[in-house]
């Protein structure tokens, strides 16, 4: 799966729960702090997102964890559990996370977005 069919699908999925949820372009705009042309073109695949901006989009969509709205990946690509992530952050002691700063479900969900994320085998992201 290419960069570009990966942003393309996660758009259809912000657009297809935004339209089930009845909301518009411009209300689901406001709740994540995007403008509402941010969200038209996320929805078409023309505009990368943060990871923040995917949490964000998730949770003003009504979704359990960030990885509903990502397309899947055929099974001969690595799974969540074959990706490590490492994201330079500290804990704080008694905080519930981990020596990164994260929680179980943080880590679980950003390894998830990662493992989907990668390109197919002999490919390399965004080349052809």
């Known amino acids: 799966m290419q960069a570009d069919d990966i942003y393309r699908l996660l758009g ?6 935004r339209k ?11 709740v994540v702090g995007l403008s509402r042309g941010s969200i038209a073109n996320i929805e078409v695949g023309r505009q990368k997102m943060l ?7 998730a949770e003003a969509l009504r ?22 992530v490492h994201v330079g952050v500290g804990s704080a002691p008694g905080s519930g996370t981990d020596a990164e700063g994260m929680t179980a ?10 493992s ?13």
Not at 51 to 57: D, I, N
Not at 63 to 84: F, I, K
Not at 105 to 114: C, F, G, K, P, Y
Request: hydrophobic fraction near 40%; charge should be positive; proline fraction near 6%.
């Open 105 to 114: 479900r943080q880590r679980a969900e950003i390894e998830s977005l990662v």
């Open 51 to 57: 990871v923040h901006q995917a949490y964000a989009l």
């Open 116 to 128: 989907h994320a990668q390109p197919a085998k002999g490919r390399k992201a965004g080349g052809t």
């Open 20 to 30: 089930l949820l009845g909301m518009t372009q411009a209300e689901l705009a406001k």
């Open 63 to 84: 979704l359990e964890n960030v990885g509903q709205l990502l397309p899947l990946v055929p099974s001969s690509e690595p799974s969540a559990e074959h990706v490590r």
């Open 12 to 17: 259809e999925a912000v657009a297809r729960r």
